[in-house]
């Protein structure tokens, strides 16, 4: 299935889409911490930065993290040598009233974190099937905190791995025409 852009755009947005065929392949150090350099460099409000992230890179971490994720998601997300979790400060740090940009601040800083992540060669995969009573419990998070998001990040793999309904799935999606974006 082949994309169809209108536009001439940036190699990383051409390219990016979200696989779910992990390589079990560890992701460098280095790499790791230039995804999250890319995320705070993102915009916000009042420039808040609001983006928090609880990163589980090594085997207690990603076992515990792999654990939150619903059945479906662990099925193929488990391979996946790097799991992001997404959370976003509720409140203004500033003022202490309420910050309702909180979470498009915090997907803007995944956007950037993913398109850094394609120009490095890896692959990522945000996810929402996961049980944010369970990250709450597990990882120590507050109320004060909306909990988003979980970010699988790695290489690519052997898409025989997956199920055959994942496998039947390991293809880019195909996009809304612009006209139909707009109110």
Not at 63 to 86: F, T, Y
Not at 93 to 120: H, I, M, P, V
């Amino acid at each position: 299935m082949e994309r169809k852009f209108n536009h001439e755009l940036m190699t990383e947005i051409k390219e990016r889409w979200s696989p779910r065929a992990f390589s079990d392949n560890p992701v460098p150090e280095e790499d790791l911490m230039a995804l999250l350099e890319a995320a705070r460099y993102a915009p916000s409000c009042s420039n808040e930065q609001p983006w928090r992230f609880v990163v589980a890179a090594d085997q207690e971490k990603l076992a515990r993290m792999r654990e939150v994720l619903d059945s479906g998601n662990q099925k193929w997300a488990n391979h996946a040598p790097v799991l992001i979790l997404v959370a976003a400060e509720k409140k203004f740090l500033k003022k202490g009233t309420d910050n309702r940009w909180c979470c498009f601040d915090a997907g803007t800083a995944w956007g950037y974190l993913s398109l850094e992540a394609q120009r490095r060669g890896l692959i990522t995969h945000g996810m929402g099937g996961f049980s944010v009573d369970k990250v709450r419990e597990t990882f120590n998070i507050s109320d004060r905190y909306e909990v988003i998001a979980v970010i699988a990040v790695g290489y690519y793999g052997n898409k025989d791995q997956l199920s055959e309904y994942n496998r039947d799935r390991e293809h880019p999606g195909t996009r809304k025409e612009i006209e139909e974006l707009l109110l």
